[in-house]
């Protein structure tokens, strides 16, 4: 079921499906609901999925700036207006930054955590270094040595193809945020799945990460890059199902 949500003055717009315990997915800057379309479907049959555009992204309103913490309101107003009261919550990369903001402030709204990608402090570099002038990243770069590049290229056919200026405004809204030291805080199941060619959140990142949080589990993928949705979509699947399924 498609549909979009009035919440916090915005617009946004989301897939929910299949039934069983739920489970929210949020995708990375400059992507997209889409970006679920081969690890959504299958987790569908175990899970009520829920994938959504973040503000600034997709089909949802675009405003001209926002924060780290606009992302974390949005998530939890949606959460209400789709009567949830807690759910799984999977985030890659930017999504993972949600996805950790949102257990501090709103633990008991999280059956668990699947931080993908992850960091947990704002990065050195500028996140638009890598959108071309004319929109669209060089997948290159996001992406390990393990999976064909034409292959990843081939599934991710119908992704948007971000322009600068909302990879500048997304960049802005997490310029600045650092929540190494309320980690501590995320008290519930945590796995982060990392692969160990990634160049835009490096492994190190995700190391600090899994440090921070107690009893967090880390799973490094070797060979894989940035992308692991289209790289592994299958080995993504897997590990959340497994994870996600022994949360009692």
């Known amino acids: 079921m498609e549909g979009k949500a009035q919440v916090n003055g915005i617009e946004l717009a989301y897939t929910r499906e299949g039934s069983g315990p739920p489970m929210v997915l949020i995708h990375g800057m400059a992507g997209s609901r889409i970006v679920w379309n081969?690890?959504?479907?299958?987790?569908?049959?175990?899970?009520?999925?829920?994938?959504y555009d973040c503000r600034g992204h997709g089909e949802s309103t675009r405003p001209p700036s926002y924060t780290l913490n606009d992302h974390v309101a949005d998530l939890a107003a949606l959460l209400d207006h789709l009567q949830i009261d807690a759910a799984h919550v999977v985030g890659h990369s930017m999504g993972s930054f949600i996805a950790q903001a949102f257990a501090v402030q709103h633990l008991r709204r999280c059956r668990s955590l699947v931080l993908i990608s992850t960091r947990s402090a704002a990065a050195p570099e500028r996140p638009d270094r890598l959108v071309r002038e004319r929109g669209g990243v060089p997948v290159k770069e996001f992406v390990g040595t393990k999976t064909p590049l034409m292959t990843v290229i081939g599934r991710m056919k119908g992704y948007?193809?971000?322009?600068?200026?909302?990879?500048?405004?997304?960049?802005?809204?997490?310029?600045d945020y650092d929540?190494?030291?309320?980690?501590?805080?995320?008290?519930?199941?945590?796995?982060?799945l990392q692969g160990d060619e990634d160049k835009i959140t490096p492994l190190e990142a995700a190391r600090e990460t899994a440090a921070g949080i107690p009893n967090a589990r880390l799973e490094v993928l070797p060979g894989y890059g940035h992308f692991l949705h289209v790289?592994?979509?299958?080995?993504?699947?897997?590990?959340?199902?497994?994870?996600?399924?022994?949360?009692?």
């Open 179 to 192: 929540l190494r030291d309320r980690l501590h805080l995320i008290d519930v199941p945590v796995l982060i």
């Open 231 to 248: 790289e592994c979509p299958d080995l993504l699947v897997s590990r959340i199902r497994t994870f996600c399924g022994a949360v009692k």
């Open 38 to 51: 081969h690890v959504a479907p299958a987790l569908s049959a175990a899970f009520e999925t829920l994938v």
């Open 160 to 175: 948007p193809r971000p322009d600068p200026e909302t990879v500048r405004i997304a960049g802005r809204a997490l310029a």
